[in-house]
């Protein structure tokens, strides 16, 4: 009989958002009558930019003609996007980076899931808690997070760094020596950001105990503060620690489109062993690259047309964001986040667990959210609503919430 990756055993519970899709997914059937305004899931509901939508089409019309048909990708993915992204991303800001030291993916999900496999099993990891469940749970499935505790919901081989009220929801050297951390900012899902300065701190932290520090750099289209840096790579010394993951899906709407890029410079490497060689090999072994129609659809996104289109677009969810921000802090709730990221980071009222609170706005105001629980046990007593819905409903869920 053959014998399953008993790993995957050991994740405890059920996915998050699968969780709250078999909750909303039961009550909209057992409630037929009631209209639910989602805001949950962190997912795009503004259409494509029309610079985004003119690429997509003006590239499938060149796969028509035999003599302009594109097959497999580069393994890397297509210089004309790598070339576009080192210039806007990185040069721009002054950091150097280098056009084959960029790996263009299908989403950073699928990333920040993979880039794991690089590391031997015996590394501990440390992250934020909360945290973006996915970066535990891939560890876990590869096997390296040792025993669950139960009693503290937590893994033996993982370093937890509380982000709490306490800290400004900002991580703290831990205590314990890690080999790999995780950081997401601006942060998901508490919307937290830090400084140059602080992020720099992690930098020198990172090269100093010879770790590599996988940065999440996801939301950094939405920050609106100067000294909040878009790149770890905006940091001396980043070449040596630091992978940074992108994403298009949050500033340009890519969800259903798909497509990202990894950063492994040259620099990174342990002892001889050059950590950008391992990922070329790994993804060139286990990826066919993005579709040359969504490449060019990337391209767009830096284009004057495309900078200005999504410039609106990331300022239309803000929009959202700042009201949310204001409405919930007016009805009495004590909010964080809104600023840099389209998150909103709320105390649950009156000690209501997360999951209590999700049951209770589902029943009563027909709003869903995401419990702070799932993100983490510091997530507990903590909710996370997106600013990616419409106005309208965005204005609609503050209306219901400031009656309950």
Excluded at 114 to 136: G, R, W
Excluded at 183 to 203: D, M, R, S
């Amino acid at each position: 009989m053959f014998k399953v990756n008993d790993n995957f055993l050991k994740l405890p519970g059920s996915y998050l958002f699968s969780t709250i899709a078999k909750k909303v997914n039961a009550y909209s059937k057992a409630h037929p009558d009631k209209t639910l305004i989602r805001l949950g899931i962190g997912d795009v509901t503004q259409p494509l930019a029309p610079a985004i939508i003119d690429a997509l089409h003006k590239s499938v019309d060149e796969m028509a003609h035999a003599e302009s048909f594109h097959g497999y990708a580069p393994d890397l993915g297509y210089e004309f996007l790598r070339t576009a992204i080192v210039k806007n991303d990185y040069t721009s800001r002054g950091c150097e980076i280098s056009a084959d030291e960029i790996f263009v993916s299908d989403g950073a999900k699928c990333d920040s899931g993979n880039i794991q496999e690089l590391f031997a099993l015996d590394n501990k990891i440390a992250v934020c808690d909360p945290v973006y469940p996915v970066y535990v749970d891939s560890n876990v499935m590869a096997g390296r997070t040792g025993v669950y505790d139960l009693s503290t919901e937590r893994w033996s081989q993982v370093i937890y760094m509380p982000c709490t009220k306490e800290n400004n929801f900002v991580p703290e050297f831990p205590k314990e020596q890690p080999d790999l951390i995780y950081l997401c900012i601006p942060n998901n899902p508490t919307g937290t950001t830090i400084t140059k300065a602080q992020l720099q701190e992690w930098v020198n932290y990172a090269n100093k105990i010879g770790a590599v520090i996988i940065y999440d750099a996801a939301y950094e289209a939405y920050i609106s503060e100067e000294d909040v840096p878009h790149s770890i790579y905006e940091c001396e010394g980043a070449r040596t620690c630091a992978i940074e993951l992108r994403s298009f899906s949050k500033n340009a709407g890519f969800t259903g489109v798909r497509l990202g890029f990894t950063v492994v410079p040259k620099d990174l490497k342990s002892g001889e062993v050059s950590l950008h060689d391992m990922w070329a090999r790994r993804h060139g072994t286990k990826y066919n690259g993005a579709p040359y129609i969504v490449q060019r659809a990337g391209e767009a996104v830096y284009s004057e047309a495309g900078k200005a289109q999504l410039k609106e677009q990331v300022a239309y969810y803000m929009k959202n964001a700042a009201a949310i921000k204001s409405g919930l802090t007016e009805a009495g709730y004590e909010v964080f986040g809104g600023v840099n990221a389209p998150y909103i980071w709320l105390k649950t009222p009156e000690h209501m667990t997360s999951w209590d609170f999700f049951d209770y706005l589902l029943e009563n105001a027909n709003v869903v959210g995401t419990p702070g629980s799932g993100f983490g046990p510091c997530g507990e007593g903590y909710f996370r609503l997106t600013a990616f819905g419409s106005h309208e409903n965005t204005k609609a869920a503050l209306k219901r919430l400031k009656a309950l």
